[in-house]
């Protein structure tokens, strides 16, 4: 858990040894939960990657937040992840507006990763993690760079060490939870948070319409990616489609990696009005608006 951009797909996908959660430069990139098993012979951890903590501003961001309430309920053990380099991260950690009112998990297990110590001198690090060692808040603090893996194993020892007793819930063999047409989905959904600008990737949703394998040839995936308004369409198509055929080209190459196979795509937009505050849409387009669901 954290605040949005902090880093924690990119350590879940760190943790996992595989990239499964997509990672942008973009705030509230995440905006489900995303499960990522690590089977060993002696233990199985079943990572939960959530959105972004922030106070919803509309339903799109209220059914994220529920997912971070889910998993909050579900967890055993917690890793809290900041930004090292983010002023507010550390007040909302310090202060009681965030953390410690909803969403601080009293009674488990918690280590707190302060992250992107890549991109700080340690004595600042230091400082922070001395001022925060001083609210007793976590059973352990650690400095750590998930791109680089640098501290990482600690995070790891910190949730084997910790990990209730039980039989393993998935075999070995299980990585993920969700299916390939879901990350196919979550892939193009990183390259627009990557080639667009302002509220577009923020206003896009990605549905994908048709997944075929055909004997001999090529996989088929057709999507569509959902915007809000008919101006945004003009601008993800661009130029004479000049903007669409790069979205097509970069999301064709990262689908093709994480499914280690050739694939034809097809891209087309549609404009749903307001789909983001709007239960119907949001149901339609995977967001459970029923926390049994999740
Ligand atoms: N320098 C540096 N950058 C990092 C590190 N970890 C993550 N980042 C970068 O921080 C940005 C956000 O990373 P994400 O993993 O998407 O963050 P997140 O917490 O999942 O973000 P949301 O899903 O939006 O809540 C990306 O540009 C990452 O490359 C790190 O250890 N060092
Ligand atoms: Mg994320």
Redesign the pocket.
Known sequence: M??????????LNALLGQKL??????????RKRIVGILSEEDYQIIFL?T??ILTPGYLLQEKMMDYVDQSIRDADVFVM?M?VNSDSDLNWLLTNEGLQKSFYPRDKKKILAV?????TDPQKAEKIIAAIQEKKLFDEIVS?????KKGTDKILEFIVNNLPEHPKYYPDDIVAEENERFFVSEIIREKIFELYQEEIPYSCEVLIEEFKEIEGRKDLIRAEIVVERESQKGIMIGKQGSAMKKLGQLSREGIEEFLERPVFLELRVKVREKWRTNERFLKAFGYSNDEQDL
Do not use: E, F, R
């Open positions: 954290g605040k949005p951009n902090a880093g924690k797909s990119t350590l959660s997509i990672v942008t430069s973009k705030p509230q990139t995440t990657d959105p972004g992840i930004d992250n992107k110590s890549d991109a750590v760079s998930a791109m680089y």
